[in-house]
């Protein structure tokens, strides 16, 4: 196949299909093939010599170290190509490559991004005009809540059970979907799906191969673009990870965005999306009209750290983050079995960073976790804030085991469980009372 056979422009808002580029073309091509010797009054670029760095040290914890200096230091203080770091995005195209094979890879693209989170906000914002419906989990990741609500986006949540998004309650949803669009002309079908395949935040679950190939069928089959949000995808707990949909799309309909936040460190700000080139050509104007590119010093180091590694090396640095994590929430799951019994139910988070608590008999634990659980010093999300319908009571909450120290962590689900009884008491005293 030459090309992909999907219109991509009938993904694209009209804003975005009007971007254009900074620079003429013609003017593009002129600074690239002038000569060494040609005299350079044409760009943008401020002057070398005014850069205070001399030189830059990175030394890793495992005793590596470089310096950036001579013409690596003068490009990571200068503006780059949008697409980013050019070595940084070959490297970052062959590890795409190597893990996930993704079929008709010559028509596909890379694009370094500020981390997944402004990825996700650049396809949005390329994608959907006010008030169109988008297909998402439910619950869901919040940082996407925020980036539809100045869409008026109409959210069509489609429910998780124990292993991610039900493929049923997706192909209901748009068939349902259908027949209000038949029945009423102002209303638009979706075009995007949203997912976070692995390690679903906030609540841990895995997607299996079948319901993802399923998904993927169903999306071929209404014409949804799938924006696969995955930085979890090297902290599954169960091995093997299943393959991402980005390895089985033969049609070209899968933005796949990869994150370097929880492997390595959010600090950095790097991210990167693989999609089809019609795709990605749109993306980069928008990103390149927006901010031109994403900070360069930190793709340079990023690369310098992934190239050190190699492909087989940064897996095994990866690996050994996802099995501290995975000590972490083993930890966690027996504080929850020694504090929370009787009182709350949970399932073993399959990857991520989060345990998905159910606490019982209490509809709404907003309060008792943001009010009540401030004044005894600890903090858990609360778990209407993950849901589609934010609005209804929610009795779950959500709970990092990444970060804080164990004996901590413990400590904090024995405060959980006297949170949960006090606001039991609560309760019952004011049903006493209103009776
Ligand atoms: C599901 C999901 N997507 C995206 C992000 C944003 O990550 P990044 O640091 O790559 O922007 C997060 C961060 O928590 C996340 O959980």
Not at 320 to 334: E, F, G
Request: charged share 25%; proline share 7%; net charge neutral.
């Amino acid at each position: 196949m030459e090309n992909f056979e999907i219109d991509f422009t009938y993904f694209i808002n009209p804003p975005s299909l009007r971007r254009r580029p900074f620079l003429p073309p013609s003017l593009v091509d002129a600074c690239d093939t002038t000569s060494e010797k040609s005299i350079k009054l044409a760009e943008g670029f401020p002057n070398d010599a005014n850069f205070p760095f001399k030189e830059i040290s990175v030394l890793l914890k495992d005793g590596t170290s470089y310096r950036l200096e001579g013409e690596q230091l003068a490009t990571s203080l200068h503006y780059i190509p949008t697409k980013g770091y050019p070595p940084l995005v070959s490297t970052l195209k062959d590890f795409t490559q190597q893990i996930h094979q993704p079929p008709y890879w010559s028509q596909r693209d890379v694009l370094v991004t500020v981390g997944s989170q402004e990825a996700m906000s650049k396809v949005l914002e390329m994608c959907l005009e006010e008030g169109d419906p988008i297909l998402v989990q439910n619950p869901l990741y919040s940082g996407i809540a925020v980036v539809l609500a100045p869409f008026q986006s109409t959210l069509i949540p489609i429910n998780q059970d124990g292993n991610g998004m039900v493929p049923d309650f997706l192909r209901q949803a748009l068939n349902q979907r259908k027949k209000e669009c038949l029945l009423d002309r102002q209303l638009k079908m979706p075009k995007i799906l949203y997912i976070n395949p692995t390690g679903a935040n906030p609540v841990g679950t895995t997607l299996p191969l079948d319901r993802r190939q399923e998904i993927y069928r169903i999306c071929c089959d209404y014409n949804i673009l799938i924006l696969e949000d995955d930085p979890y995808c090297f902290m599954n707990y169960k091995d093997p990870t299943p393959p991402s949909f980005l390895s089985f799309d033969i049609e070209g309909r899968v933005i796949r965005l990869d994150s370097l936040s929880k492997v390595l460190c959010p600090g950095l700000r790097i991210g990167w999306v693989t999609a089809a080139k019609p795709l990605t050509d749109v993306l980069e104007l928008g990103i390149e009209n927006c901010y031109l590119s994403s900070a360069s010093l930190t793709q340079v180091i990023t690369y310098n750290l992934l190239n050190g590694w190699g492909v087989k090396g940064t897996l095994n640095y990866f690996r050994s983050v996802r099995d501290d994590n995975k000590k972490r929430r083993d930890m966690m799951l027996q504080s929850m079995d020694l504090h929370l019994k009787g009182l709350c139910d949970w399932s073993v988070p399959d990857g991520g960073m989060f345990a998905w608590i159910k606490v019982r008999d209490i509809p709404e634990v907003q309060d008792m976790l943001l009010i009540r659980g401030k004044k005894k010093c600890v903090t858990f999300a609360p778990g209407r804030l993950y849901m589609v319908d934010s609005q209804k009571t929610c009795s779950y909450i959500r709970a990092s085991f990444c970060r804080e120290n164990p004996k901590l962590i413990d400590k904090a689900m024995q405060l959980l469980a006297e949170l949960i009884l006090e606001e039991k008491a609560l309760l019952k005293a004011q049903v006493e009372k209103a009776q």
